[in-house]
C-alpha cells in the first residue's frame, strides 16, 4: 500500500496547454504539501493545507491552483504552463505535532514519488 | 529566509567509508530533520533532532547539532553502495511547522 500516490509520474506537454497533478495519501494526516523540485534539486515549498483549508501559499503563480476535495486527496491545477514550469513536483503529507508552548515540535514529511513535468 | 546549506555538493566515496555532511543555518530553530533521496524517488525521513539535543543515533546514522554554530552534520558510519543517494536537510523555524530544504548533499558510494 502505497503511503503518499501521485498521478501521473511523468508529464510531457506543450506550452500554453492546462494540466493537472493529483495525489492521495492514506496516512490519515491532516496536513498536505505540495513542492517544486528544480534541476538543481533545490526542493521549495509551493502550497500547505490543513484539513482542506489553505494554510500556505508561497509566491507562486496564480496559475496555479491546488484544490482539496478532502484532506486525503490534494490536487495541483496548472493553467497557461510556460517552460519555467518544468521541473519535478511532489506532494506530501504530515501530522504536525505541537508543543504545549504552541511550537511545532516534530513535522515529518511523507513524499509521493514526484511527477517530472516537462514543458515544450 | 530560513534555509539549510549542505556542504558538500557532492562526495564519492568507497564501500566501507564514513561520509559525513554538513548542514548550516541562519537563524534559530525549533528542530532539524535529515532525509534521504533516491535518484528519481520521493524524499525519505531519516531523523529529526530538537533544537535541544545535541546527539541522536539511527542505525548507522549519527547526527550531530551545534546550535551555537547554527550547524548539524550526519554521519553515515560503514558506507554501502545503497546509500548512494542525496540527502537534504531541513530546518523548522519560528512559529512556522514547515520545514524548509537545502539543496542537498549528493553522495555516491563505490562498490
Known amino acids: 500500500d502505497t503511503a503518499v500516490s501521485q498521478t501521473p509520474k511523468y508529464l510531457v506537454t506543450q506550452m500554453g496547454n492546462d494540466k493537472s497533478i493529483k495525489c492521495e495519501q492514506n496516512?490519515?494526516?491532516?496536513?498536505m504539501y505540495w513542492y517544486k523540485q528544480d534541476s538543481k534539486k533545490f526542493l521549495k515549498i509551493m502550497f500547505s493545507?490543513?484539513?482542506?483549508?489553505?494554510?500556505i501559499n508561497e509566491t507562486v503563480p496564480n496559475r496555479f491552483s491546488p484544490k482539496s476535495p478532502d484532506k486525503a486527496h490534494l490536487n495541483l491545477h496548472i493553467n497557461s504552463l510556460e517552460l519555467g514550469d518544468s521541473a519535478v513536483y511532489f506532494c506530501?503529507?504530515?501530522?504536525?505535532?505541537?508543543?504545549?508552548?504552541?511550537?511545532?515540535?516534530?513535522?515529518?514529511?511523507?513524499f509521493g514519488p514526484g511527477t517530472r513535468l516537462t514543458v515544450l | 529566509s530560513q534555509q539549510g546549506e549542505e556542504d558538500p555538493q557532492a562526495l564519492s566515496i568507497q564501500e566501507g567509508e564514513n561520509a559525513t555532511m554538513n548542514c548550516s543555518y541562519k537563524?534559530?530553530?525549533?528542530?532539524l530533520q535529515w532525509y534521504r533521496q533516491n535518484s528519481g524517488r520521493g524524499l525519505v525521513h531519516l531523523i529529526l533532532?530538537?533544537?535541544?539535543?545535541r546527539e541522536k543515533h539511527s542505525g548507522r546514522l549519527r547526527v550531530t547539532l551545534d546550535t551555537s554554530k547554527k550547524s548539524s552534520s550526519l554521519l553515515i558510519t560503514a558506507s554501502r553502495a545503497a546509500d548512494t543517494a542525496s540527502y537534504f536537510c531541513?530546518?523548522?523555524?519560528?512559529?512556522?511547522?514547515?520545514?524548509?530544504f537545502g539543496r542537498g548533499t549528493s553522495l555516491i558510494v563505490h562498490p
Open positions: 493545507y490543513n484539513n482542506k483549508e489553505l494554510i
Open positions: 496516512l490519515g494526516h491532516d496536513t
Open positions: 531541513a530546518t523548522e523555524a519560528g512559529g512556522s511547522y514547515i520545514p524548509t
Open positions: 506530501a503529507s504530515s501530522q504536525v505535532g505541537w508543543t504545549s508552548g504552541g511550537q511545532s515540535s516534530y513535522n515529518e514529511q511523507f
Open positions: 537563524t534559530s530553530i525549533n528542530n
Open positions: 533532532i530538537r533544537s535541544n539535543e
